[in-house]
């Protein structure tokens, strides 16, 4: 019984959690942001206007910070423009008069604005504006009630426009002007619009969106081996390796308290592989769109979260549970990490899903598009089928730790596997906190921390396998036997390994868990993106350069006749980096690539201009899948699409297309 209650509150938690996620879906309101004028000299100042016009009965509150006596309050309503450089605040935000209501919950009159209602924000400009040529933006966070609902605080923006009726001011010969140039800027707007509109209408697919399309027309049958096909190839992605050890190290701890349950956890341990996978990722797909659930898997709160699960894991595998913590706190850890029931193994499953999740294989990206569409048939039998395959090497693993559990004389180095296992999970919460610092952007984790971490926790293991040091309840070290050597050996040799990349040695594989080589700029809060003519001109110096904004890019691609080279990529993305390092670094490659226009476009920050990247993502090729290659004409005419692959060949032949 209690255990179905903590799965139930897990998934409310999830769904709660979930709202984070979107805005699209959970905005309850109209809003339009208009500028008292047209054009601002520098130290002008002016007003901006925000019009809202609520849903009924959705409301917000007010933008002066609320306290109860037991120091709660509802999320205050916060305001600010971008860009900075541009505009800035001056003064007191007018608004018109709240709704006042007592709260019981905070115990306090609430001011809360509701239906149609209008801010007028002071404003100074800090550079000479005009709003027809620069771009303003109004920004809001704000949480959305109704009843005895509210969602998450959600960040919204809109675009500052000149008030029109400015216009009539001007004199006659001015207005039949404007008028003029309205009329070609309308007529050019129109052209625009309609090839657009064009664009859309050609409902551009990816390589994989027409594969797994040729194998739906081939039957249901044939969809089905497919879908079970890009589920083996999903395991050889850089993303599932760190859950080997994880799922070694939770199934030993377990094989010692459940010596006879190991069929049975390995079963639940598959099969909520198989369900999470697809229940969660078709639940978050039609509530909040395709990219729901990679919005969800890269939340920097989840990682950390993940981060802090994987620790507590490693603590109870050391031990540390039974002599350190109070017991209030170990009963709620052992809930979550050394439980007796099926729920701690049901959020193992969870766990192994989300991390997955982190660099989208292009077959679960595409399925989770058709499932936002409408298409539920297909894309649930091949999610079943994907992750059937994806969880079965799993389910061995899983399965493993009770075999050996049974060996003779196993009590001793049983417990060595734990602590090994146990130092192996920190090193993997280590990536996980990495995930996060690179979302927000905080800079606390760089490269050579992150492998100056593993380093020491390498030499650890060495050094624990040797006897140096034990654990209060291991035995003494009275012998060092070959297989300590040679375990020991293998540790110190990847800890050697892993120094030659301080020194920017390339590492392989585990380049792609490391974050980038190019940390300092990732980092960045915003892309710093130089100017067009800073651009193109690093670009005719280096052909080697990548840029970073998608209309800079594109205005070179016009102005050199090349053809561009489109990466839309994730911060978090394992699947990315490996590429970057070990695909795109060849030379052939590189000598291909030099001949493009290249641009990077990262997608999973919750700002701009990366939430439009992901849009364009989505609308123009109808994929989430990380990484998406694409290559198109100047006049951005698509050539050909490509994910992530280990085949050289196959990458060759699609960037020799560009040429064709």
């Not at 007018?94 to 115990?107: C, E, H, I, L, R």
């Not at 207005?175 to 551009?204: A, G, P, Y």
């Not at 590189?590 to 997608?603: A, E, Q, S």
């Amino acid at each position: 019984m209690k255990s179905k209650l903590l799965l139930i509150s897990g998934l409310i938690f999830f769904i709660q959690f979930a709202y984070l996620l979107s805005k699209d879906q959970n905005q309850h309101f109209n809003w339009s942001a208009t500028s008292s004028v047209s054009k601002a000299k520098a130290g002008e100042k002016f007003t901006i206007k925000l019009d809202f016009d609520f849903e009924k009965g959705w409301y917000i509150y007010d933008i002066i910070e609320q306290i109860g006596p037991e120091g709660l309050g509802p999320q205050k309503t916060e305001i600010s423009l971008s860009p900075k450089e541009l505009v800035k605040i001056a003064g007191k935000i007018k608004t018109p008069k709240p709704k006042v209501k007592y709260d019981s919950a905070f115990y306090i009159d609430i001011r809360t604005f509701s239906g149609k209602f209008s801010f007028e924000i002071p404003v100074v400009a800090l550079k000479d504006i005009d709003f027809e040529r620069d771009k303003i933006f109004a920004e809001i966070y704000v949480q959305q009630c109704k009843d005895n609902l509210c969602l998450p605080g959600l960040d919204f923006k809109t675009l500052v426009k000149p008030n029109n009726n400015l216009m009539t001011m001007q004199s006659s010969s001015e207005e039949k002007e404007t008028s003029r140039i309205e009329s070609v800027d309308e007529k050019r707007q129109q052209t625009e619009t309609k090839l657009e509109q064009s664009k859309q209408e050609q409902n551009l697919k990816t390589d994989t969106s027409k594969e797994i399309e040729s194998a739906k027309k081939s039957g249901l049958l044939a969809y089905l081996l497919f879908a079970m096909g890009a589920g083996a190839l999903a395991l050889l992605t850089p993303c599932v390796f760190p859950m080997v050890p994880i799922t070694v190290s939770f199934f030993t701890k377990r094989a010692e308290k459940n010596p006879g349950k190991a069929l049975r956890d390995s079963t639940v341990y598959g099969l909520g592989i198989m369900l999470t996978f697809t229940a969660l990722g078709f639940i978050l797909a039609l509530l909040f769109g395709a990219s729901g659930i990679q919005n969800f898997a890269t939340n920097p709160w989840l990682n950390i979260g993940i981060a802090l699960l994987f620790i507590v894991f490693s603590l109870n595998l050391f031990g540390a549970f039974e002599f350190q913590l109070p017991t209030s706190l170990l009963n709620a850890l052992n809930v979550k990490s050394q439980g007796t029931g099926i729920f701690s193994v049901l959020l193992m499953g969870l766990t192994f899903s989300l991390t997955s999740f982190t660099c989208t294989v292009p077959f679960v990206g595409v399925a989770l598009v058709s499932a936002a569409g409408g298409d539920w048939f297909y894309p649930i039998v091949g999610m079943l089928g994907f992750s059937f395959v994806f969880a079965l090497p799993f389910f061995f693993l899983a399965l493993f730790p009770s075999a050996i559990s049974k060996l003779p004389r196993s009590g001793a180095w049983m417990n060595n596997i734990k602590v090994v296992m146990g130092l192996l999970e920190i090193a993997a919460a280590i990536k996980f906190i990495s995930n996060a610092d690179l979302v927000w952007g905080l800079g606390i984790m760089p490269r050579e921390l992150f492998l100056g971490i593993w380093i020491g926790i390498g030499i650890l293991i060495s050094l624990y396998i040797l006897g140096v040091y034990r654990l209060p309840h291991d035995s003494p070290v009275e012998s060092v036997g070959t297989m300590r050597i040679l375990f020991a050996t293998f540790f110190i040799s990847i800890s050697f390994y892993l120094m030659s990349g301080l020194f920017g040695k390339k590492l392989g594989e585990l380049d792609a868990f490391l974050p980038p080589p190019d940390y300092e700029q990732i980092i960045s809060s915003e892309v710093k993106a130089q100017t067009s003519n800073t651009q193109s001109t690093l670009l005719n110096e280096n052909s080697n350069v990548w840029l970073n904004d998608y209309n800079t890019a594109l205005k070179l691609a016009k102005e050199t006749g090349k053809p561009m080279f489109i990466d839309f990529s994730g911060f978090t993305c394992t699947n990315c980096r490996w590429m970057e390092i070990n695909m795109l670094e060849k030379p052939e490659v590189k000598k291909l690539l030099d001949g493009m226009v290249k641009v990077r476009l990262f997608t999973d920050r919750k700002q701009e201009p990366y939430i439009s990247y992901k849009q364009m993502q989505m609308q123009r090729f109808n994929s989430i899948e990380l990484p998406l290659y694409v290559i198109q004409t100047p006049d951005e005419k698509v050539i050909a699409t490509n994910a992530f692959t280990r085949d050289i060949n196959e990458f060759i032949n699609f960037l020799k297309k560009a040429y064709n």
